[in-house]
Every structure is written in structure tokens, then in C-alpha cells.
């Protein structure tokens, strides 16, 4: 049997939420591609506070993180203000759709 297109560069495509494939289709990452693409994003979240800060300054960068960080909150629904801009127009197609729980 072959191997799905996406099982080889670490994408599983499925129905989203028990649904026929086809409307509700959806695409992940496996384990393996999800945990390294984490890591990958950490380290470019690291080495642009670490360029603004020598642009910038340590003391500016950090004021500026502080004054995010409760904006941002933990980055899901119930801990961040942030998700109350994200709320879809009633009318909208998104506002049928299950909401997300972390940012996007």
C-alpha cells in the first residue's frame, strides 16, 4: 500500500472533528514534524528578542515583553484579553466554525 503524500513530509490529512473528509478536511503535523517545527519556532522567537536587544537594548526589550505579557496572557481563550479581537462577526462563516482554544 502506498504511503500517503503528507505521512512523508510529516502531515496527517483527516476529517476534522469526526466529520467526512471532504467540508471539515484538516491537515496536522505529526508528532515528530509538530515537535520540531515548536522547537524551530522557540528558537526564532529567541533569536529575534536577542537581535532587538542589541538594536535596541535589553532594558527596552524587556519593558516591551512586560507590558505584552498581560495582553497576551497564557495565549489561550480564557487567559487572554487578545481573543476578545478574535471573536467573529455573528453573519461570518467563522462564527460557525469551533473557535480555537490557543492563539493561532
Same mark, same amino acid.
Given at each position: 500500500? *502506498? ?6 513530509? $510529516?502531515?496527517?490529512?483527516? +476529517? ?6 471532504? /467540508?471539515?478536511?484538516? +491537515? ?8 520540531? *517545527? ?15 536587544e542589541g538594536r535596541y537594548g535589553a532594558d527596552v526589550i524587556a519593558q516591551a515583553v512586560s *507590558?505584552?505579557? #498581560?495582553?497576551? $496572557?497564557? *495565549?489561550?481563550?480564557? $487567559?487572554?484579553?487578545?481573543? +476578545?479581537?478574535?471573536? #467573529?462577526?455573528?453573519?461570518?462563516? /467563522?462564527a460557525r466554525v469551533r473557535p480555537p482554544h490557543t492563539m493561532p
Amino acid at each position: 500500500m *502506498a504511503q500517503p503524500r503528507g505521512d512523508r513530509r $510529516g502531515v496527517d490529512f483527516g +476529517a476534522r472533528d469526526g466529520l467526512a473528509l471532504g /467540508r471539515g478536511k484538516q +491537515a496536522r503535523l505529526t508528532a515528530d514534524r509538530g515537535a520540531r *517545527a515548536k522547537t524551530g519556532g522557540h528558537r526564532r522567537i529567541d533569536a529575534t528578542l536577542e537581535d532587538w536587544e542589541g538594536r535596541y537594548g535589553a532594558d527596552v526589550i524587556a519593558q516591551a515583553v512586560s *507590558a505584552l505579557e #498581560p495582553i497576551v $496572557g497564557d *495565549a489561550t481563550r480564557d $487567559g487572554s484579553p487578545l481573543f +476578545a479581537g478574535l471573536e #467573529p462577526p455573528p453573519e461570518g462563516w /467563522r462564527a460557525r466554525v469551533r473557535p480555537p482554544h490557543t492563539m493561532p
